[in-house]
């Protein structure tokens, strides 16, 4: 019988990479929303930034 602490660890660890994935791969409802869309970003120190927000492959 494998030791239990042995099985505990590894299943935190498998996890933990499951949820690293699923939560990589999610993306925000709002930003849906801008698909296709050229998206400005303007920073605190004042420079602005445009976004060209295609789809990822």
Same mark, same amino acid.
């Given at each position: 019988?494998?030791?239990?602490?042995?099985?505990?660890?590894?299943?935190?660890? %498998?996890? $933990?990479?499951?949820?690293?994935?699923?939560?990589?791969?999610?993306?925000?409802?709002?930003?849906?929303?801008?698909?296709?869309? %050229?998206? $400005?970003?303007?920073?605190?120190?004042?420079?602005?930034?445009?976004?060209?927000?295609q789809p990822q492959r």
């Amino acid at each position: 019988m494998p030791d239990t602490f042995a099985v505990i660890i590894i299943f935190i660890i %498998l996890s $933990t990479v499951v949820a690293a994935f699923v939560r990589r791969r999610s993306r925000d409802k709002c930003l849906k929303d801008f698909l296709h869309d %050229l998206v $400005t970003l303007e920073k605190t120190t004042g420079k602005i930034i445009y976004l060209s927000n295609q789809p990822q492959r």
